[in-house]
């Protein structure tokens, strides 16, 4: 240890010395990890390099304490108010052994993530996608097939090479083998997409290097690896959830707020403030209108009002109702925010809405629905006005329905957005106040509310531009208060598109789980699962005749009710009678109190030959949903206290009545009876299943409720119609998503 018997003026040089030594090694890692590292990575490993910052900050404090201690003594010897001494005492001028230690693990670390993110260039420059693994959710405990899913979602042109540091640093030459043939695989192929899935930071073993394409989905093992081999990984149709792509393009953001906010002007500002740096910029331009806006301006001396629109009449938004919701529905808007990212906002309904809770609750409902189509999301954007009294009464049910639906760890998503903030200095004012309270006595602890996911904008710079657009007059010195606020609206606008391309993905059936959730997906199954059954009793009546009937789904393009009550006469398939859909594409046009929404219809094709399932395997299947039904139920109505209806109770009694209506209507119907009297059957054998259940108190886990959806789609005549659901909520999406082209926006 280097030690010092202080002295005269050269003691004060060595200790200024000591003091520039420090701040200038501390300077030097910053600019290391913030500017050098952040480069090279290009938007990759965010969590990797979010820790080296988070150790910084910890040697940051370490070194402030450090140099207060020899400033003191600085101050003292210049002063000469030290005593002559002390002042031979000797100091250390090594950094302290815990600062010395963690200026170590930041090298090493900050080497590490340089050493990746010379890989991830090398990749790009090979023309690979490089992928970790981690922002997908894969980690332990999930199944290969899920794990296949994720990385491959509906690519039917890619190919993917497994790998981590360790497989690559220990076995060089392998991983070079595997990597040079993608590579001229890939130029036989040029539709080929490469993809380097890096397990490096996720919790899931991999357990040997591999490479597999969407193409044969057969793992080729590493031949000079002696590791154990691993499961064959097979591809497996899709999930009824799309995973989105490796790229993650589309940052999706939901945005939620009260009626009044300011919701749609906020994503108006925003756009406009990424586009246009400047207010004479804007102005000079074409200002962007991603949703038209309609707001009341005072002018001139008389105080007259007038009413301020910008943009064409938007059927989706309701300016009459003065404290309805002016967004009626849930629709995505969609805007380049970087030269790789899309952003995603879904506006919604505010809450308070003046119609009263009962209108909250159903466009809460009308939130959740749409977000069922949603794969994952990015984050929840809470947006606020700085200065209210107080919160509204139903932001309490809000926040509480969001934590059913979600699960708790969507608190760590949590975005908190200000409008209207030049009032208060561009700061959350008195509402953070309020926040805080509230969050305090909130049953959900340790909700993220602090500066780096709070923001604070101001729309009035933007509500100034469409005014001068209207032909409105202001006087020269409330421009020059609109050029200040634009200006640090800018700024925050990129901090604000800079945390959101950082943000991880919020993902159904990962993390995103909930009784609320779950309760979505056991409604949206309740259909495929019965007309699965109902088919596979048609197949077995058949099965003896050589004959089968093929079922068939058509998604609706468009939202629609099926109608069981009118119109629907019974088609003959080979002797057996089937009830058609009969749907309604104009919502509202059928009186019928039997009707309901579905997202595709059936069709079926009889088939000279029967199935290739054997009679055993048919009824084993039909043996397994009888179990599925009812555990599903059971949990459905457990977790509904509200609901005392058995809704595949309901659906059971429909089918059953359908050819109970066919038998009677129709003359040859020998086949139809047989299978009116096995779905009667089948609805005892639920009835009494459901009763022991109810007994015994049986009840399943979230988590096994779930693993019971999954088996589901395991089923091929169920898995066709859910993949019909799929293509429907993928139209609902696009349907209710407005596209908005953005040149260029401010670096």
């Not at 302290?96 to 230690?101: A, N, S």
């Not at 040079?180 to 890096?198: C, F, G, H």
């Not at 093992?221 to 792509?245: M, W």
């Not at 779950?518 to 949206?524: C, E, G, L, R, W």
Request: proline fraction near 3%.
């Amino acid at each position: 240890m280097l030690k010092l018997i202080l002295c005269k003026s050269e003691d004060i040089e060595t200790l200024e010395y000591y003091l520039l030594q420090q701040k200038s090694e501390l300077k030097v890692l910053n600019f290391c990890v913030n500017h050098n590292l952040f480069e090279l990575l290009q938007g990759k490993c965010q969590k990797q390099l979010k820790n080296i910052q988070e150790e910084l900050s910890e040697l940051h404090v370490l070194h402030v304490k450090d140099i207060e201690r020899v400033h003191n003594v600085l101050l003292k010897i210049r002063n000469e108010t030290i005593n002559q001494s002390l002042i031979k005492e000797e100091v250390s001028l090594d950094s302290p052994e815990e600062i010395q230690q963690l200026i170590k693990n930041i090298t090493n670390h900050i080497n590490a993530l340089k050493s990746k993110g010379n890989l991830i260039k090398q990749l790009q420059s090979d023309g690979f996608e490089y992928c970790d693994v981690a922002d997908l959710g894969i980690r332990n405990g999930l199944e290969g097939d899920r794990i296949n899913d994720m990385l491959f979602g509906n690519d039917s042109h890619k190919a993917i090479f497994l790998s981590n540091d360790k497989f690559r640093n220990d076995d060089q030459v392998g991983w070079v083998e595997l990597y040079s043939e993608m590579i001229q695989e890939s130029k036989t192929n040029p539709q080929l997409r490469l993809v380097y899935a890096d397990f490096t930071y996720s919790t899931y073993t991999l357990k040997k290097m591999t490479t597999v394409s969407s193409k044969d989905m057969i793992a080729k093992p590493n031949p000079s690896n002696s590791q154990p081999s691993e499961t064959n990984i097979k591809r497996k149709i899709p999930s009824s959830t799309p995973s989105p792509s490796l790229t993650n393009e589309f940052i999706n953001i939901l945005l939620l707020g009260e009626s009044g906010v300011g919701k749609s002007t906020f994503i108006n500002a925003f756009a406009n403030y990424l586009h246009f740096q400047t207010l004479d910029k804007a102005q000079q331009g074409k200002p962007i209108v991603i949703i038209p806006v309609s707001f009341i301006m005072t002018i001139n001396d008389n105080f007259d009002e007038k009413i301020i629109k910008f943009g064409d009449i938007d059927s989706n938004e309701n300016y009459n109702d003065i404290g309805q919701s002016v967004t009626q529905k849930c629709k995505s808007y969609v805007f380049n925010i970087s030269n790789e990212k899309k952003l995603c906002i879904i506006d919604t309904p505010g809450f308070g809405d003046t119609r009263g809770n009962k209108q909250d609750n159903l466009n809460m409902e009308e939130i959740f629905s749409f977000l069922h189509n949603i794969p994952y999301l990015n984050g929840i954007c809470l947006l606020f006005k700085p200065e209210i009294i107080e919160l509204h009464p139903y932001f309490h049910s809000c926040c509480t329905q969001l934590f059913d639906y979600f699960g708790e760890n969507i608190r760590d998503y949590f975005i908190f957005c200000f409008t209207n903030a030049r009032s208060t200095f561009f700061a959350p004012g008195n509402t953070r106040t309020l926040l805080e309270t509230f969050f305090d006595s909130f049953p959900i602890k340790n909700i993220p509310f602090k500066k780096m996911n709070t923001f604070c904008f101001d729309s009035e710079a933007f509500r100034y531009l469409v005014a001068i657009q209207n032909s409105i007059k202001f006087d020269p010195n409330e421009r020059n208060e609109f050029e200040q606020s634009w200006l640090k609206s800018v700024d925050e606008s990129k901090r604000f598109r800079d945390f959101l391309c950082n943000q991880y993905s919020y993902r159904q059936n990962n993390e995103w789980q909930s009784i609320k959730h779950v309760q979505f997906q056991i409604k949206n199954i309740i259909r495929p699962i019965l007309e699965t059954l109902r088919n596979h009793q048609r197949n077995m009546i058949l099965y003896k005749h050589n004959a089968s009937i093929q079922l068939k789904a058509t998604h609706m393009k468009q939202p629609t009710m099926i109608c069981y009550a009118y119109n629907r006469h019974p088609e003959n398939y080979g002797n057996i009678w089937i009830m058609p859909d009969y749907v309604h594409h104009s919502l509202g046009t059928c009186t019928s109190h039997e009707q309901k929404p579905i997202e595709y219809t059936l069709n079926y094709e009889f088939l000279n030959q029967k199935v290739d399932e054997s009679m055993d395997d048919l009824q084993h299947q039909c043996d397994g949903i009888y179990e599925i039904c009812t555990k599903l139920s059971y949990y459905l109505m457990k977790t509904s206290p509200n609901t005392k209806e058995d809704l595949f109770l309901s659906n059971i009694n429909r089918i059953i009545n359908e050819e109970k209506i066919i038998c009677e209507t129709q003359t040859m119907n020998n086949l139809n009876r047989k299978l009116l009297n096995r779905l009667e059957k089948f609805k005892t054998l639920y009835e009494e299943h459901l009763n022991t259940i109810k007994l015994n108190r049986n009840n399943l886990t979230l988590s096994e409720i779930y693993n019971l959806i999954k088996s589901v789609y395991g089923i091929s005549m169920i898995k066709t119609q859910l993949n019909a659901i799929k293509k429907y909520q993928q139209n609902l999406i696009l349907n209710n998503q407005h596209n908005v082209h953005i040149n260029k926006t401010c670096s």
